[in-house]
């Protein structure tokens, strides 16, 4: 499938003269089947109409927008031709597979669809690379998965941007993918403002990549991030100062709570409605004026869908889907945006496992824009280029201060703890099986705490006795006992194959916690053991440092905390799109 020829919606050329209409109809059916051949090779291939030309391509071939070109904040490895802004895998990432994933659960959802669950056509949209050539949807590509990107700057130098429109601020080493409207009716001076702006701040990120070593750190009066818990803590840095200068999302005002403008706020969903809240009160980076919005908020929450909409216990999610597109459908019939960009710079959120799921009412929110989930598993979908690992945090009461904090190492006698949640999916019943029962005094592992099921104040006081604190995946692979091992400054130990990490694009988290894949369960011990005194006291001194980027404020968020490294995570994805209204 390295050519998109077989796409090419051309005139019937066979040489049948007046018996066309059959010769036609034979070559719709052979496109029809090209067609079906391809989304079954790779069911996200249906909407995959962003087109992204990379240096290494030959001229004319094109690779999915889905497909990331590498790039991001580290400082080792090389790459050529232009870079994403972000690193959009890394070894927490997992890669995407088929079929069942590294626990054995069947994988029951892999592409998009409609309502039904069924392909949907996506619409013809016009996309050209930044070095401007225009390739039509009859070029659709589908590229093989990408390797895990080399984290180095890159290497050619950033542009010098001028004045002028937001069309010509590209250059041949940017990789950003450019979206162009097929149909519009006059020129859009707004959006050639806004990406233009985008534009320069692109620029001045490239510029802190490159020369993290020869500048002194940016001055900033509440916090400077340095270190080695992030990946470049000088570009995030920048990009964040960035981002809190220029970025403007709008949020949409259709929809009623509770399943629209609301969510849970105390519960294991608990950043879905912290968010939502957060978002609808922001005053600095939200706008009421949506053209002069960079990012468009869908503002649903598929908890509150789950407690009204749905039917407990019949597994029918077809009404969450149906209310998510409808929404859609209200949304793009009442304003100009999501069709300007078929939803590329728009952006869900969602906290529960099912979110994934609902995504896919609409087939471009689920290829094309940017989806903020708890359940980030790469083997089902998740896309870290595109989409946003969102962290799982369990918050019992508004007082989050009271979750916070923990003894130094030489306080904490116990080697690693896990317990609660009972026999919940297909890696935890191996834990068990290894560790459990008592068969190791330094690895305490059990269902639930003796006596107490897994009570909030024995839990909390255990994990503040053990170094480690195990956080295997469930049923899905977000587990909220990472953020409550960083609260309480113990090093968390992520047990799970294809789950990518909250902000790993900026973190670097092998700095303060540790990665166990499941096939090595029966060597825990060992692994752990392995960590010396001397860098397990540096790794927990990280975990405390990085625990300000996983905090929710107990009033108005702050600067660096989980709501502004949620939006700093949306705006790096953003960075890497841009919309082109074309010249009247």
């Not at 391509?57 to 690779?63: C, D, F, I, L, R």
């Not at 542009?159 to 979206?179: F, H, K």
């Not at 407990?312 to 960009?341: G, Q």
Request: aromatic share 8%; proline share 7%; net charge positive.
């Amino acid at each position: 499938m390295g050519s998109g020829s077989a796409f090419s919606w051309l005139p019937c050329l066979h040489g049948h003269g007046r018996r066309g209409t059959s010769c036609a109809a034979a070559c719709v059916m052979l496109v029809a089947l090209v067609i079906l051949a391809v989304v079954s090779v790779d069911p996200r291939a249906q909407a995959s109409w962003f087109l992204l030309s990379t240096s290494a391509a030959p001229a004319g071939s094109a690779a999915s927008l889905r497909q990331p070109s590498g790039g991001g904040w580290g400082g080792n490895g090389g790459g050529g031709g232009g870079e994403h802004l972000l690193v959009t895998s890394s070894s927490f990432g997992g890669g995407a597979r088929r079929g069942r994933n590294s626990t054995s659960k069947e994988v029951l959802f892999q592409g998009g669809g409609g309502v039904d669950g069924t392909a949907s056509a996506a619409p013809a949209l016009i996309v050209s690379s930044i070095s401007g050539d225009v390739v039509s949807p009859s070029r659709v590509a589908v590229a093989p998965a990408a390797a895990e990107p080399t984290m180095a700057p890159a290497p050619a130098p950033a542009p010098e941007w001028g004045v002028g429109d937001a069309a010509a601020a590209g250059s041949a080493d940017d990789n950003i993918i450019q979206v162009t409207p097929q149909v519009q009716r006059r020129r859009d001076a707004k959006l050639e403002r806004l990406e233009l702006g985008l534009a320069k701040a692109r620029a001045a990120i490239r510029e802190a990549i490159k020369n993290k070593e020869k500048l002194p750190p940016l001055p900033d009066k509440d916090y400077v991030p340095v270190g080695p818990i992030y990946r470049n803590a000088y570009a995030f840095h920048r990009s964040y100062l960035e981002m809190e200068k220029l970025f403007k999302v709008y949020v949409y005002e259709e929809g009623e709570p509770p399943v629209f403008h609301d969510g849970p706020c105390r519960s294991i969903y608990s950043t879905e409605g912290r968010f939502i809240y957060a978002m609808e009160a922001e005053s600095r980076m939200r706008t009421r004026d949506a053209g002069e919005a960079h990012a468009f908020f869908l503002p649903f929450s598929v908890v509150k869908m789950v407690k009204t909409i749905y039917e407990p216990r019949s597994r029918d999610m077809a009404p969450l889907r149906r209310t998510v597109s409808d929404y859609i459908d209200v949304v793009a019939a009442r304003h100009p945006h999501w069709n300007r960009s078929l939803g590329a710079d728009h952006f869900m959120l969602s906290c529960h496992d099912w979110g994934p799921y609902v995504s896919a009412a609409n087939v471009h929110l689920f290829s094309n824009s940017i989806r903020v989930l708890c359940n980030a598993n790469t083997s089902e979908g998740f896309d870290p280029s595109r989409d946003v690992s969102l962290p799982e945090i369990n918050l019992r009461s508004d007082a989050v201060g009271g979750q916070v904090g923990g003894p130094s190492a030489s306080r904490r006698p116990i080697l690693a703890f896990f317990a609660g949640g009972g026999d919940h999916g297909p890696v935890r019943p191996l834990l068990l099986k290894h560790w459990g029962r008592g068969q190791d005094a330094d690895v305490q592992v059990s269902e639930y705490l003796p006596g107490r099921r897994g009570g909030a104040s024995s839990y909390t006081d255990m994990m503040r006795r053990s170094r480690f604190c195990l956080c295997p995946s469930g049923y899905e692979v977000a587990s909220p006992r990472v953020v409550e091992a960083i609260y309480l400054e113990c090093v968390p130990v992520v047990i799970g194959d294809d789950y990518a990490l909250p902000f790993a694009d900026v973190l670097n988290w092998p700095a303060f916690s540790v990665r166990v894949a499941v096939g090595d369960i029966p060597r825990l011990k060992e692994i752990l053991a392995a960590v010396s005194p001397r860098q397990y006291i540096r790794m927990q001194r990280r975990v405390r440092a990085v625990r300000r980027h996983f905090m929710v404020s107990d009033g108005a968020p702050r600067r660096f905390d989980v709501f502004h490294m949620i939006l700093h995570s949306v705006w790096l994805r953003r960075l890497n799109v841009r919309v082109v209204a074309p010249p009247a």
